[in-house]
């Protein structure tokens, strides 16, 4: 974790302001969840406010001061009063886990229930909470359920109903939303993208500036414009099913490319007026999402990728592809 050297967005701001007033007004909860959309900097307003708790020396008006030891351990990622959970490798250490285990919420309440080391608090944070298998929330949930003064346990996820409704109870609920589109662009504009480039950065990303900032910085607009062309071609007959797929999930990729095709999808459906194809189109959209999710999983990419693909040809004519398939 760094120290913080640039200002907020606006929405992050807006959050942080709250936990601050609750942090200041001895509101604060032992259990938080930071939730919202993917890329809106939810755990940078996490992390900040662990630095305002941690800090030795704050600024006078409460900032951290980015100088102090506890600061420097912090930036270091080696403070002992402070944790961060997420995936971890797995028993051959071949790849990341895709979820936070048992083992890992044994230790961390393990962790809270020492002294902490600088005298301070002890906080821990956890991304994507969402990731929390069945067994580790039960664990969870003891630990939220027996909270000790000055330790902290802060959740962050992009999905918070796929928590337990046990566990999102037990936590003072701080929301991300995205904001207004005027905001939205004079944040692009400051991060050095042109007015025309922002606009149609974020009109492809629904309105979500982190989305838009990220294709703009690395060609995620030029993915977008090469789907498009992938499902037109697919649509003509002019492309074959396997071949497009295995190009799709053949890099790092492979889940943008699904999620732009399904806002291509949806963006079609959202100018016509035959109700038969909106809900060819709605329907395409739900099963490119559920295709998404399955990369994530032990799932053949390019089978499921191709079944998708599939749909898209019956949608659009249901042209039979015969060896090109």
């Known amino acids: 974790m760094s120290t913080p050297v640039a200002s907020f967005a606006p929405w992050q701001q807006r959050v942080y302001d709250q936990a601050v007033a609750a942090l200041d007004a001895d509101r604060l909860a032992h259990g ?3 939730c919202g959309p993917s890329q809106l900097g939810k755990r940078a307003v996490a992390e900040r406010l662990a630095q305002r708790l941690l800090c030795q020396k704050p600024l006078s008006d409460g900032e951290p001061c980015g100088q102090c030891r506890s600061c420097h351990l912090l930036a270091a ?22 979820e936070i285990v048992i083992e890992q919420i044994r230790q961390l309440s393990e962790q809270l229930a020492l002294t902490p080391q600088y005298g301070g608090a002890q906080v821990a944070i956890l991304e994507p909470a969402e990731a929390i298998n069945n067994a580790a929330c039960n664990a969870l949930l003891k630990t939220l359920e027996e909270p000790v003064p000055g330790r902290y ?3 962050v996820s992009s999905h918070p109903t796929r928590l337990p409704a046990t566990i999102r109870s037990r936590c003072q609920r701080y929301e991300f939303r995205l904001p207004q589109v005027d905001e939205a662009l004079a944040w692009l504009r400051s991060r050095g993208h042109s007015e025309a480039a922002a606009r149609e950065a974020l009109d492809a990303a629904r309105g979500h500036p982190g989305l ?3 294709w703009l910085e690395n060609d995620g ?3 977008r414009r090469d789907v498009a062309a992938d499902m037109a071609r697919l649509a003509r007959g002019e492309a ?3 071949e497009t797929a295995q190009r799709w999930v053949g890099d ?3 889940a943008l490319r699904l999620r732009h095709a399904a806002d291509l999808a949806l963006a079609e459906a959202a100018g016509l007026t035959d109700p038969v194809r909106t809900r060819s189109l709605a329907a395409w959209f739900d099963q490119a999402n559920r295709t998404r999710d399955l990369l994530r999983t032990t799932v053949r990419a390019d089978l499921a990728v191709t079944e998708l693909l599939l749909a898209w040809r019956a949608a659009n004519g249901g042209r039979v592809e015969g060896a090109r398939r």
């Open 221 to 223: 607009l030029k993915l």
């Open 212 to 214: 838009a900032h990220e």
């Open 32 to 34: 938080l969840l930071f």
């Open 252 to 254: 790092e990729d492979a």
């Open 153 to 155: 346990l802060w959740l």
């Open 240 to 242: 074959g099913t396997v």
């Open 77 to 98: 990622g080696t403070h002992p009063d402070y944790q961060f959970v997420s995936f971890i490798p797995n028993k051959e250490g071949t790849r990341l886990r895709t």
